[in-house]
């Protein structure tokens, strides 16, 4: 079995990021600590994305696909929050409309 | 279809393979997938037009005489359900595109035939149970299942119709996966991005829509079902929830799949034009990166179907700009439709009588968009039927005479046989002028105040509205006639040969029908698309 | 894809392809590109959560204090760890080790049946607290912002929910390999489903990350 080693540090790695937000969570929460947070989110899931799912080596346009589909679920997000910071939800306004 | 007739002509063609059941019912050939689709496609297609029927037959007159409000409700929901999500969306990429890709590029099939054909179940068992759902409890919602009528308000069967919906989100994914693969990975030798006809280039870019795009509505409707089902509130205002954000996550779907449903129609139209025009096609890139940025653009534009929902005003403005957008691509597409005629030598056969009447259709549908996409003007004339006009140019007028004009052009590859021409002409310019006087006189009702989905109006309007009734008379003639001569021509009409039309494409280098892995020897391409003027004049002499 | 394996000698691909290599990067690209879907099936759902975080800050980041951390976070490791141990078990079957391969998967499974039971405990503590809004259940919530907080809590469900669900799929599926790999037909063949296999069940725990880290680790100072 060749590679092993890889995907094992990949691991470890992991662990170690996870146990570093859980830490941050726990001691120091608040806006830099949820930034930091997401941070550890996404180096996480681009550990296992590319030791465990293979796109180390997988062809290019595999890495394009996978960065298109990152930039839509931007697109996604991006113009629905352009709406959303704009405007207040949830206001009473709103609930005796319904009411 | 005459097996025994057919098969007495010598070559074996994928339509002699075999007349059990399961050698329909289960064959991952897509040629006969294709066919599957186009008898399920055909069959919510009439079902939807009789919705659409009897809605117009109610508008004849001011009151509401014919069927009850409740009815009235349920008619336009089954007619909009069962149009956009079981005929338009799958109409030219599952029939025609099932059919033509591989053909096109020369490979034997699709990428994944079992999931082509799982996909097929997944389509007709999921739109039967969405019919069954929606006939028998009357669903009431419209089409677009808004938040909180659809979760707090009805009382029907929103539930089943909207599982079914999902279901059928499924068949698109599959079919959008299925057709990339097959156009990265099964071209043939020499046939290179630049070099893939038009319709390909339309069908891919089709597919890049339904895969990013279908599932965001699965996520919608999944959150709609918790809600209604579970009492999971996601959108109830009660809790601080937004039923805007359902339209956000709807029409960052529903947007785009309209898309899905006009782009294959550029595709059918781009071959039919430069083959009756005897020219290759002007500005080939261009037309394959404007169908591309269409894709692309359409993905930014979705809050334009919310300008008066309560969006902030500065994401209407935004939506707004991205959608003029739109527009450019589009245009680039018609004035090299245009330029494709410009001193062609002119076949007017009745596919192109189709495919003129796309482009002019789909132009007067386009130019009521970017009406539609300007924030002050669509305050007036939001939710009237000035909408319903424009969507109706665009996904009537121009993709099912986009599908009809394909259906016609592709028919004696299809099935080895020819349709009577006389009866085609006159099929296809009962369309055109029913459809016209169909929805024509919906804009000036829309701009004179007409709301949609009423079923009652003032007095006024019943002009415009009558005639609006009678073209729909007329519709209808265009759209079953063609379903008379073509199943006419299946047993008697007379045999195609190989290349009826003398048409460039790997498609047409193949038996009429094709033998069942499509070619009797691999292919290979060695120049560009749409060669007319080798085609024509084989010794290179000047026109 | 599954079908009848073949058992002659030398391995063939599927007769619309043209060689082995073809149907291999066919295959993996038609796995991509469904991941791609699944990702935007999650993100819809994503988009929903981001948006209601943004507009209610504080009720949110309070009502994410009444998850339990550290049933959270042995999930998350139990979870990368079975990704490991799956794509150990697709660099076993490369190297036709046949006992390795099965033991590797079915440590997999066996912690993906575990995370699901953790999942399945949290979700019954939850609701032994009022804290489970379904069906018409009444939602018992002692802080501030009750509305919201709710909000949040259905959002919990649905994510977790939907998660759970794909973990079950993930599970069946794995199941299926194990068959596969019991008979041990056409090596290149079980190459590519392992690959496709690991592909889904590496992507699901990506999901899980952002699930854990958007409604467990986005909370307030308890």
């Known amino acids: 079995m060749k590679d092993v080693k890889a995907p094992i540090l990949a691991w470890l790695a992991y662990l170690v990021v996870l146990g570093a937000s859980i830490t941050v969570t726990r001691w120091a929460p608040g806006t830099l600590g949820h930034v930091f947070n997401l941070l550890c989110a996404l180096v996480m899931a681009s550990l296992v994305m590319v030791f465990f799912m293979g796109l180390r080596s997988a062809d290019n346009l595999l890495r394009v696909f996978a960065l298109a589909t990152l930039m839509w679920l931007a697109i996604m997000l991006g113009l629905t929050m352009m709406d959303y910071v704009y405007r207040e939800i949830g206001s009473s306004a709103m609930l005796s409309a319904i009411a | 279809?005459?097996?025994?007739?057919?098969?007495?002509?010598?070559?074996?063609?994928?339509?002699?393979?075999?007349?059990?059941?399961?050698?329909?019912?289960?064959?991952?050939?897509?040629?006969?997938?294709?066919?599957?689709?186009?008898?399920?496609?055909?069959?919510?297609?009439?079902?939807?037009?009789?919705?659409?029927?009897?809605?117009?037959?109610?508008?004849?007159?001011?009151?509401?005489?014919?069927?009850?409000?409740?009815?009235?409700?349920?008619?336009?929901?089954?007619?909009?359900?069962?149009?956009?999500?079981?005929?338009?969306?799958?109409?030219?990429?599952?029939?025609?595109?099932?059919?033509?890709?591989?053909?096109?590029?020369?490979?034997?099939?699709?990428?994944?035939?079992?999931?082509?054909?799982?996909?097929?179940?997944?389509?007709?068992?999921?739109?039967?149970?969405?019919?069954?759902?929606?006939?028998?409890?009357?669903?009431?919602?419209?089409?677009?299942?808004?938040?909180?009528?659809?979760?707090?308000?009805?009382?029907?069967?929103?539930?089943?119709?909207?599982?079914?919906?999902?279901?059928?989100?499924?068949?698109?994914?599959?079919?959008?996966?299925?057709?990339?693969?097959?156009?990265?990975?099964?071209?043939?030798?020499?046939?290179?991005?630049?070099?893939?006809?038009?319709?390909?280039?339309?069908?891919?870019?089709?597919?890049?829509?339904?895969?990013?795009?279908?599932?965001?509505?699965?996520?919608?409707?999944?959150?709609?079902?918790?809600?209604?089902?579970?009492?999971?509130?996601?959108?109830?205002?009660?809790?601080?929830g937004d039923p805007i954000l359902f339209q956000h996550l709807f029409w960052f779907y529903s947007h785009p799949a309209v898309y899905i449903m006009i782009l294959p129609g550029m595709g059918v139209v781009s071959e039919l034009i430069t083959c009756f025009s005897r020219k290759t096609v002007f500005g080939y890139h261009g037309m394959a990166l404007s169908i591309l940025a269409i894709s692309v653009f359409g993905f930014l534009v979705w809050g334009h179907h919310m300008f008066v929902a309560g969006q902030s005003l500065y994401a209407g403005i935004m939506f707004s700009l991205f959608s003029f957008l739109v527009a450019l691509p589009s245009a680039i597409k018609t004035f090299n439709w245009t330029a494709t005629l410009y001193k062609g030598r002119l076949i007017f056969a009745s596919p192109m009588i189709y495919a003129l009447s796309f482009i002019g259709l789909f132009t007067i549908g386009g130019f009521t968009g970017i009406f539609l996409a300007s924030l002050a003007v669509d305050i007036h004339v939001h939710d009237t039927y000035f909408v319903v006009a424009h969507f109706h140019y665009i996904m009537v007028g121009s993709m099912v005479t986009a599908y009809l004009g394909g259906l016609h052009f592709w028919w004696p590859k299809m099935t080895g046989r020819l349709y009577p021409e006389v009866w085609a002409k006159v099929a296809s310019l009962a369309l055109f002028i029913g459809f016209n006087l169909t929805f024509f006189p919906q804009y000036l009702l829309g701009y004179a105040g007409m709301p949609r989905r009423y079923q009652t109006y003032p007095e006024d309007f019943q002009i415009l509205h009558a005639m609006s009734s009678l073209g729909a008379g007329v519709l209808a003639i265009g759209y079953l006639l063609p379903l008379g001569y073509l199943l006419w021509s299946l047993r008697w009409g007379a045999r195609a040969p190989a290349d009826p039309w003398r048409a460039a494409g790997l498609e047409w280098r193949t038996g009429s029908p094709p033998p069942p892995h499509n070619f009797l020897k691999p292919q290979t391409v060695s120049g560009p698309p749409y060669d007319y003027d080798t085609l024509d004049n084989p010794q290179g002499e000047a026109r | 894809m599954t079908t009848i394996p073949s058992t002659t000698p030398k391995a063939k691909p599927d007769e619309q392809f043209d060689d082995l290599t073809q149907q291999r990067h066919a295959d993996l690209m038609g796995m991509w590109l469904f991941l791609a879907t699944e990702l935007m099936l999650f993100g819809g759902v994503f988009t929903g959560f981001v948006v209601y975080r943004y507009a209610y800050p504080e009720a949110f980041a309070e009502a994410a204090t009444h998850l339990d951390l550290v049933l959270g976070m042995l999930n998350t490791g139990l979870l990368v760890t079975s990704s490991l141990f799956m794509a150990l078990s697709e660099r076993a079957v490369g190297a036709d080790r046949k006992r390795l391969t099965l033991l590797f998967l079915l440590i997999t499974i066996g912690m993906g049946a575990v995370f699901l039971g953790i999942k399945g405990y949290e979700w019954h503590h939850e609701y032994s607290q009022g804290l489970m809004p379904i069906l018409g259940l009444e939602f018992v919530y002692s802080g501030q912002h009750a509305d919201r907080a709710q909000l949040f809590f259905n959002f919990y469900y649905a994510m977790t929910g939907l998660h759970a669900m794909h973990m079950g799929v993930g599970m069946i599926w794995l199941m299926v390999m194990v068959v596969f790999t019991l008979r041990w037909r056409d090596p290149p063949r079980l190459r590519r489903q392992f690959q496709i296999s690991g592909l889904y069940w590496a992507f699901v725990d990506v999901m899980w990350i952002f699930i854990f880290t958007l409604l467990y680790l986005l909370r307030a100072s308890s």
């Open chain 2, 1 to 240: 279809m005459s097996d025994d007739a057919a098969s007495s002509r010598a070559p074996e063609s994928y339509l002699t393979h075999g007349w059990r059941w399961r050698d329909w019912l289960l064959t991952t050939d897509h040629k006969r997938v294709a066919w599957l689709y186009t008898v399920s496609i055909t069959g919510f297609f009439f079902l939807g037009g009789i919705a659409a029927l009897l809605i117009r037959l109610e508008l004849m007159t001011p009151q509401g005489d014919l069927v009850s409000a409740d009815i009235y409700n349920q008619l336009f929901t089954i007619h909009g359900v069962v149009m956009v999500w079981f005929f338009l969306i799958p109409s030219i990429p599952n029939t025609l595109g099932n059919f033509l890709l591989p053909l096109m590029i020369g490979a034997k099939d699709l990428a994944f035939p079992r999931l082509n054909l799982l996909s097929w179940y997944i389509y007709t068992l999921g739109g039967i149970f969405t019919m069954a759902a929606v006939i028998t409890s009357g669903v009431d919602t419209g089409w677009t299942f808004y938040t909180p009528l659809s979760t707090q308000f009805t009382d029907t069967a929103v539930i089943a119709a909207i599982a079914g919906v999902f279901v059928v989100g499924f068949s698109s994914i599959l079919t959008g996966i299925n057709f990339i693969v097959t156009t990265h990975k099964m071209r043939a030798p020499g046939l290179t991005w630049f070099r893939l006809p038009l319709f390909v280039w339309a069908n891919y870019a089709t597919s890049l829509v339904m895969v990013l795009a279908t599932p965001v509505l699965s996520a919608t409707l999944l959150l709609l079902i918790m809600e209604r089902l579970l009492g999971i509130g996601i959108f109830d205002p009660r809790l601080g």
